[in-house]
């Protein structure tokens, strides 16, 4: 197959972007403990997971105002915000991939596919994680927050898409664990796919109006199908 034609498959290809937190990164238990932890700190009760997955939304003052019937000041969100990733980032040390993660991202380059990483992690934080994962190679693009974190993912979005050389928005199809992650795909022009492994529940990504799946293996194969 000569270079124009590759190009062409390439071009009618399904693309995934992948989010980080709760999608290939199975680190809910370490979010619940960081969040109870920081918690603590503001004078706040400890949460459930089930709760967590109740009232979770992006942007995240937001759970906050769910949480305490009221957005939280400036100076109280700056506190919240560093005691929550003070913890979160001790404990995500011991933290793994989901379950079949490595083997589908391997599978999906194996196949001539291409795949990215867009995360509301912060950058300078994610390269290094990823990089102790051992996946970075399975990525074309890795995109972390940088800036604020109190914002959501959409404008993100567009600009992980806008470097994509090559890649049309109508050909993406964004793997994440949050409403968010749907909003984010719809404004950028993509499509989006549902994980219940992370921090909503399943009612709450149905009301996103995408599909919903309990595997990322059923992920991929929605994606994928969406796209055809």
């Known amino acids: 197959m000569d270079t124009h034609a590759v190009a062409a498959v390439q071009a009618r290809a399904t693309h995934l972007v992948w989010d980080w937190n709760g999608t290939l990164f199975h680190d809910i238990d370490a979010v619940i403990d960081a969040t109870n932890a920081s918690f603590a700190e503001v004078g706040l009760s400890p949460i459930t997971l089930e709760r967590y997955r109740e009232l979770y939304c992006v942007p995240v003052p937001r759970f906050y105002e769910r949480l305490m ?21 001790a404990l995500a040390e011991h933290a793994r ?68 050389e090559g890649v049309a928005p109508e050909q993406v199809v964004v793997i994440g664990d949050a409403v968010d992650d749907a909003v984010a795909a719809a404004h950028a022009g993509a499509q989006a796919v549902l994980y219940t492994g992370g921090s909503h529940s399943r009612a ?8 919903v799946v309990d595997s990322l293996a059923d992920a991929v194969r929605v994606a994928r199908s969406l796209t055809e």
Do not use: N
């Open 204 to 211: 709450g990504l149905e009301a996103a109006g995408v599909p």
């Open 97 to 164: 991939l989901a379950v079949g993660a490595e083997q589908l991202l391997t599978d999906w380059q194996a196949a001539g596919l291409t795949q990215s990483l867009c995360s509301l992690a912060p950058h300078d934080h994610l390269i290094p994680i990823v990089r102790t994962h051992g996946i970075e190679q399975r990525f074309i693009r890795v995109d972390g927050r940088i800036g604020s974190s109190s914002a959501g993912k959409a404008e993100q979005m567009v600009r992980h898409l806008a470097a994509l």
């Open 69 to 89: 019937g009221r957005l939280p000041t400036d100076a109280e969100w700056s506190v919240m915000d560093e005691a929550f990733h003070r913890h979160y980032w």
